[in-house]
């Protein structure tokens, strides 16, 4: 009993460490958000806006439509939602 008690337990702790970790398709959804924060940033006027964004875009080889049909899809897990955001969030250093 207690042998079958501590795999259940162990099988549950394993289950919860992987799910915080992203996998190489979140991690480049949480970088390609970091490159467009920082390039909203660095824009002075909308003109080098748009150019900021869409060099951005073609450097993950995407486009805006297809980021936001990710972060629509990314938001039906409301699970691994938090945990993508949460590492958005650690990333800009925002509290």
Sequence with gaps: ???STFILF???LF???RSEKLDSDEMNYVQMTLALTRARVA???T????SNLDSV???YGTSKTDYTNRTMELGKDAGRAAIIFRAI???LNVK
Excluded: E, N, P, Y
């Excluded at 003109?47 to 748009?50: E, F, H, V």
């Design 1 to 3: 009993m207690r042998f």
């Design 89 to 91: 969030a650690d990333s």
């Design 47 to 50: 003109i080098r806006l748009r």
């Design 57 to 59: 875009f073609k450097k």
């Design 15 to 17: 289950g919860c460490a």
């Design 10 to 12: 162990s099988i549950v």
């Design 43 to 45: 824009a002075h006027d």
